[in-house]
């Protein structure tokens, strides 16, 4: 206050190029954890994660927002994807004024490159109680789960929604699960109940929250009892996140929630893909 100025620390960057293309049933979600996985929690701290390669035209922005809102578990101050037409297209129809576009210099200097072929990649899992304990879903594929969340800030939009409503058309949750979907804005709300995602999610069997953050961090709608097994999209489950220090929070894309919703237990949404 006294110079009228601030320090910040420019953050040093790492760049993951990614190749290949995802399998059926494999999401940015899975992605993401994957990396979180290899870099553990601490890998990428006070550093600027920059994504390129092949994938990332292939990535929809809901899925680079998916991403860039996870990088954060890894450590790092930021997530970025450089502006390609998809991008461009999705701000300009937001946004009346337009925008500038900064890319990385050519001869950029990065801290750490690291190349990524997701081609094999699979369905995974972030177990009970750091993010960067990820595994396989087949690993974990017979632990029982008490409920299932589908939302909040990480994969609460419309294109999340939509990946849970193709497994669950025409079946059932499970008896003993509480499916609970939190859409992450109004505007996803409103949009999935225009395409009868809504719907779809209700007669299978899901509660439905008022967007937000829903029981994510442990305000309300879907605090867990003691020793209960959750499911969750969210980006975090930390001893006592969602409210209960005695609950076990683990961490899944929205097609493995909804598929571990239908079997009662952590499933691999390529069973029920694939049907």
Known sequence: MMTGNLWFKVPESSLIILRGKL?????????ILHLIGKFTADGATCRAVEFSGQLVADLSIEARFTIAN?????????????????????????????????????????????????????????????????????EVAVVRIDQAVLGTCTNGRLE??????????????????????????????????????????????????????????????????????????ANRNFRGRMGNSKA????????TVAASALAGKIADPREYLER
Request: aromatic share 6%; with cysteine; proline share 9%.
């Open 23 to 31: 399998p059926p049933g494999v999401y940015a979600k899975d992605l």
């Open 70 to 138: 996870m990088v954060v578990e890894m450590g790092a101050k930021a997530g970025i994807f450089e502006a390609d037409e998809r991008a461009l297209q999705w701000v300009t129809e937001r946004c009346p004024r337009t925008p500038r576009v900064i890319a990385p210099d050519p001869d950029a200097y990065y801290l750490q490159t690291m190349e990524l072929d997701v081609t094999q990649l699979s369905p995974q899992v972030a177990k009970p109680h750091q993010v960067d304990r990820v595994v396989a879903v087949d």
């Open 160 to 233: 999340d929604l939509e990946v849970a409503a193709a497994i669950l058309k025409d079946r059932k949750v499970y008896p003993e699960v509480r499916f609970i979907v939190v859409p992450a804005s109004r505007y996803v709300l409103l949009e999935a109940i225009s395409k009868g995602i809504i719907e779809i999610l209700i007669k299978a069997g899901a509660a439905l929250v008022a967007p937000g953050c829903g029981p994510c961090v442990g305000t309300h709608a879907g605090i867990p009892s003691d020793g209960e097994n959750v499911i969750s999209t």
């Open 248 to 255: 076990n929070i683990y961490l899944a894309s929205p097609a």
